[in-house]
């Protein structure tokens, strides 16, 4: 099998981190959130931005499914992990844009809340999956609440599914909408924006804005964990995802 997360950290000042499974549309598995961890260990404090990028035509479709409808211990696993890179990724001294084509659904849609910014295109699809599918967005709803506000964020998380791209920008969920075959442009460009800031400077502010948003608490983000999970693990949803998935 390839490398699930590649990483170019040839530039001084800008890394990308690409999830690579794209004939999968990048599920978040077990194994790709521990090859991201590994990226972002060699990555260390160089680089200043980082970019979030998805092979293919996806940038990430969601949990995978295979670990979603295994045993409890691979479901809890999978939701802490998922978690704890979350946070890793909110938690960075570089500033981090999550490039998003295609789709970012259910731990897609985690890497791109808990970035700090985020570009997409009007067609893509940005949420969780269908409410009929019985999974639970809870691990994604302190994120959401963050950036959109606790009404509109009660109103998805309840709702369940996606929205498109330009839905997700005109909500305040994307901060940059641009056609799709202009994302990397638009990407390499904010990142050299950025770029232009110092770089003390620009790391004291995020860690800074990291407080006053509470994004350094676990606390909440345990129990969104655990929440998570444990609708994940009922018999109710595994029962929902066989009668939709099969046995």
Aim: hydrophobic share 45%.
């Amino acid at each position: 099998m390839p490398d699930l997360v590649l990483l170019d950290a040839s530039n001084d000042d800008t890394a990308i981190l690409t999830f690579n499974r794209p004939e999968a549309r990048n599920p978040t598995s077990i194994a790709l959130l521990d090859g991201i961890d590994r990226a972002l260990d060699e990555l260390g404090d160089r680089t200043r931005v980082l970019i979030l990028r998805g092979a293919g035509r996806s940038f990430c479709s969601g949990l995978d499914l295979a670990e979603v409808r295994a045993d409890e211990a691979t479901i809890r696993t999978l939701l802490r992990r998922l978690s704890e890179v979350m946070r890793r990724i909110r938690r960075l001294p570089a500033v981090t844009i999550a490039q998003v084509q295609g789709a970012a659904i259910g731990g897609g849609f985690g890497f791109l809340a808990a970035s700090d910014f985020a570009i997409t295109h009007p067609e893509s699809k940005v949420g969780y999956p269908p409410l009929k599918t019985c999974l639970s967005p809870a691990l994604m709803a302190p994120w959401l609440f963050r950036k959109i506000g606790a009404s509109r964020a009660r109103a998805m998380l309840l709702t369940g599914g996606t929205i498109s791209g330009s839905e997700a920008h005109a909500a305040g969920i994307v901060t940059h909408l641009v056609a799709l075959d202009e994302l990397d442009d638009a990407a390499d460009e904010l990142a050299g924006h950025l770029c232009e800031g110092g770089r003390y400077a620009m790391s004291a502010m995020k860690d800074f804005l990291n407080e006053l948003d509470d994004s350094l608490s676990d606390a909440m983000l345990d129990r969104a964990q655990h929440v998570s999970a444990d609708v994940i693990a009922c018999g109710e949803t595994q029962e929902k995802l066989r009668e939709l998935f099969g046995a």
